[in-house]
């Protein structure tokens, strides 16, 4: 069973998000005919299609997946009328879309105002609800296959749309929107084969209302905890944006950002494969074995994170130099150290919020993720207009590791807790690293090598001491 999820969470975290972490070869080739401000404009539009389609399902998706495990003769029935409904919500919904993303196109995009809301607006009123059923279909039933094969087709077909219509036709930041529309296309043909032909899915437009009601009341709570994540992965290009930060300089922000992204991706497959394990333990409640064990997978994790992050952020000047064939973009690299480091919260996060979910005090959740997001949005309005948009990296960076560690002291996790976690030390641990690779990052190549050496040996080492106290 164990080998089965674990493959499962490999297939899930490491094939369908291979295409998008491909994307970073494609940076040496288009990076050449993009400016600071095609990538502030990209950043800003695709800031808001995220909040756009966030709000679209209207949360849903738990619904989905309740009525798939509590009613599994039913299901089928309760699916098509959310379908139909949100079908019907929206066509309505993606008019509005359209509407606002033509006067939400930054000045420098003026030119490509319609094309913008036409290549975005569309997928949104058409394509998401039969991706969502698709994807969360053979999720449940355990068939990772399929979604991972489409996605491997979407995302490959994406990073080859993006060189041709950006380094072949020249067409800045707009070949970006063309390649997410044509790929989003041929995912809703493939998806929709699925959908509406082989499970027979297709929307009941003449719903029941009662049902309808009853599921917006369970989803519509989860739309807050679900834009934590937005509020602190992209809402930064649209505070910039309100600021009347330049386009120019919010386009060096959202290369560096776009690091980030691409860790989260990778670790996504990591902390997914780890999610069984930790189940299995937390089922054994009261159990200090198990919560010892519990820890000593987190601890590996975290180290794990730290090791990735400080090594590529040491490199990070190099990796720019490689992959960022110009040289004003080239600029971001020390925003993208800062960011980069953010991201070692997650191990820390993952062990509360699956202690937190499996004692079922989800309604706690929100103290960590709406209270971070909340409050990285409300201290980059006091501090960009004083200490420009750079600190916004800086509070993004303060964000993460309140995700990280503030659950540890709320009282619903410290009464099921069995083992310490020293999360003081740990986010000091984080902080310092910061500081030693940030500084370290303009240190000779030669300097840099020994360090890499050192660290590489350190952590062989630690594995093989370590190993036989986690039996996985």
């Known amino acids: 069973m164990l080998r089965k999820l674990l493959s499962h969470a490999a297939i899930y975290g490491l094939a369908a998000q291979a295409p998008r972490l491909a994307g970073v070869v494609a940076l040496p080739i288009i990076t050449r005919y993009l400016t600071p401000a095609d990538y502030g404009v990209a950043g800003i539009i695709t800031a808001y299609i995220s909040v756009f389609t966030l709000l679209q399902s209207l949360g849903l998706s738990v619904v989905l997946v309740n009525s798939y495990a509590r009613q599994p003769e039913r299901y089928t029935w309760i699916w098509r009328q959310i379908n139909g409904f949100v079908t019907l919500w929206s066509l309505g919904y993606g008019l509005l879309v359209m509407l606002a993303l033509y006067f939400l196109v930054p000045a420098e995009g003026d030119a490509h105002r319609l094309e913008v809301a036409l290549l975005c607006g569309l997928p949104i009123m058409l394509f998401t609800m039969t991706e969502m059923q698709s994807n969360l279909y053979f999720q449940l039933s355990q068939k990772p296959l399929p979604i991972a094969l489409r996605s491997f087709i979407v995302g490959v077909l994406g990073v080859g749309l993006n060189i041709y219509t950006i380094a072949y036709l020249r067409m800045g930041f707009i070949g970006w929107f063309y390649a997410y529309f044509i790929s989003t296309a041929v995912g809703f043909i493939l998806n929709g084969y699925s959908v509406y032909v082989q499970q027979r899915l297709w929307p009941i437009f003449n719903f029941n209302w009662s049902r309808i009601k009853h599921s917006l009341r369970v989803s519509l709570p989860v739309i807050p905890h679900n834009m934590a994540t937005f509020m602190l992965d992209t809402s930064d290009r649209l505070v910039l944006d309100v600021l009347r930060v330049p386009v120019q300089r919010i386009g060096l922000y959202n290369v560096a950002a776009s690091f980030g992204t691409y860790f989260m991706l990778a670790s996504m497959a990591i902390t997914q494969a780890a999610s069984p394990f930790y189940l299995t333990y937390l089922a054994r409640q009261n159990d200090r074995e198990a919560a010892l064990q ?31 064939k110009n040289k004003a973009l080239q600029q971001a690299y020390p925003l993208a150290i800062i960011i980069l480091m953010g991201y070692n919260f997650r191990p820390m996060y993952l062990v509360v919020v699956n202690t937190l979910t499996y004692r079922e005090h989800t309604n706690k959740l929100w103290r960590i993720s709406v209270v971070a997001g909340v409050g990285n949005i409300l201290l980059n309005f006091i501090l960009v207009p004083i200490f420009g948009y750079q600190a916004a990296a800086y509070t993004t960076f303060a964000a993460l590791m309140y995700m990280g560690y503030a659950g540890f002291y709320m009282n619903a996790y410290k009464a099921s807790s069995l083992v310490p976690y020293y999360p003081i030390a740990w986010l000091a641990l984080t902080v310092l690293l910061l500081f030693v690779v940030y500084e370290l990052a303009t240190a000779a190549i030669l300097t840099k090598v020994i360090l890499t050496l050192v660290a590489g040996i350190g952590a062989i080492v630690a594995a093989i001491v370590y190993r036989k106290s986690l039996p996985l």
């Open 294 to 324: 519990v820890r000593r997978l987190t601890f590996v994790l975290l180290g794990l994170f730290l090791f990735a992050t400080s090594l590529a952020s040491l490199w990070m000047r190099e990796i720019f130099e490689l992959l960022i």
